[in-house]
């Protein structure tokens, strides 16, 4: 029986730290500190210590003395209560909901299949998902339970209603049928396992050593399609990645209608605040709006088993990929493109200094060696007894900065040739990004143009299908080569500033050896 739920019941014992526990290497002990709890794995190991497993996983002996023990009932529950929902007879009614933690993506085009038999189109709520306007039809919220006629369950609550369709497929009958519930024999296994233990006031849900939180902030309007559809778009920060999502009304929506199919017929789902057909872009409505949706996330937050479950923790973490990745390419663009002009920039700087170098450098230097040399002439011809030794470390000195002079002009040669030249290839390299990015660009514009050509019945669905598929392999290669040019630039300027100033440090200290041998030539007076 697939995606079958049931509720275990076993004894089991925990326990509660008093005190922090450091272990020692190579005994076999576990690290714990005060108010963790811990499951008691066996408590009979003898000698004041008992084996305990933490909340990681990580099992250990931990001194009996330093620990609270106590006697447990542990509910497992398989996160899926569609069993409720099953005819007398045991026929499938849904499949219930598969999480993928390999591409949350998909599930937010979550898509139910019939059972085989029923000629009934495909339950899907894509076109739910991509309805922007809070139009008052269907709304969502409850408070009690009842059912109505058609097969459908009510829950009372507010303004708003929340319909689940029980006769939508085969099996279904119109009460929930809790004896396949009772009777199934499938045991829930690793976090589909609630704990429960028993506290002062009796049992009570086992609450992380961390409590949950969100903050619902900062509306903004958006729109699509070309501006015919707008919608105001909250950013939620949970406290545990402090990392904002954002997130649309029909969003929340979603999110509860999962929460009521997988959780409403053991735990209450409370309302989302009501929809407004107009004056949905007022400030005054907004402002109201996100207020109730803090108010709701902060109750979701707090209970336990809603809190950490996987649709939860998918709505607080989903960040819409297609929008990130347009931003991560805008980045890599103007990126490119800054470092583009960088590029051209040293290079010019480069062609200036080569220019200098070969040109007014070698010439200044080379006067300045003249006009040693022309002084030290001139003090020759004063007849000054004892002024050779001058007079020849003048000319040195003069000869030196001749010598300097070819130092210079042969320099770019050895180290700013290489500079130049890599410049020059990440140039050409830079050039062609533009029109590699317009083109994944204009991909992604076709894409988004899709949903409106199929409403036009100009493209078909499985068209539409493969545009998508298509487009992900062109966003995978674009990622790739963006990696790939970052791995390379990263490398190559590496090594080559190295080379560069390695060069530079010898051309310097080529020309101070110079300049300390013809300081050696003068006398101290």
Known sequence: MKNTESILTQNINFAQVLYDFPAEPGNNELSVQEGEILTVTNQNVGGGWVEARNSRGNVGLVPEDYIEVKNTLIISFVFDFTSLYRGVNGNEAWTATTWSNNNPADNWNYTEQEPAGNNDSVYSFDEEWDDDSDDGKSTVGYGGSQMEEGGTMQRGGGHSTMKISLNKFPGFSK????????????????????????????????????????????????????????????????????????????????????????????????????????????????????????????????????????????????????????????????????????VKELLAVGHLHWKRCTGPLQKEYRQ?????????????????????????????????????AELVAGQPKKDLHFLMETNNEYKGLLGCFPDTVAVHKAAIDKVKEADHLVTMNKVSQQDKHIMEKNLSTMSYALQAEMNHFHSNRIYDYNRLMQFYLEEQVKFYETIAEKLKKALGQYTTI
């Open 368 to 404: 300045i060696g003249k006009a040693f040399q022309n002084l030290s002439s001139v003090f020759n011809t004063s007849a000054y007894p004892r002024e050779s030794t001058l007079t020849e470390a003048l000319s040195a000195t003069g000869k030196t900065y001749e010598e300097i």
């Open 175 to 342: 009460t929930p049928n809790p004896e396949v519930y009772l009777l199934t024999k499938s045991i829930a296994k690793g976090n589909d396992k609630l704990p429960i233990y028993a506290g002062e006031v009796g049992p009570v849900w086992l609450y992380p050593q961390i409590q949950l939180d969100c903050v619902v902030a900062d509306p903004k309007k958006g729109s699509k399609m070309y501006g015919l559809k707008s919608y105001i778009e909250y950013q939620i920060t949970p406290n545990t990645t402090n990392r904002p999502v954002n997130h649309r009304y029909k969003h929340f929506d979603w999110l509860y209608e999962r929460l009521v199919e997988k959780f409403a017929c053991a735990l209450p789902i409370p309302c989302l605040p009501d929809k407004q057909v107009t004056g949905r872009f007022e400030e005054e409505f907004i402002k109201m709006r996100m207020e109730r949706l803090q108010g709701w996330m902060s109750r979701m937050c707090r209970h336990p088993v809603i809190s950490n479950s996987d649709v939860f923790q998918l709505f607080l973490n989903y960040r819409d990929e297609k929008v990130r990745l347009e931003q991560k390419y805008e980045m890599y663009s103007q990126f490119t493109r800054s470092m583009d002009n960088s």
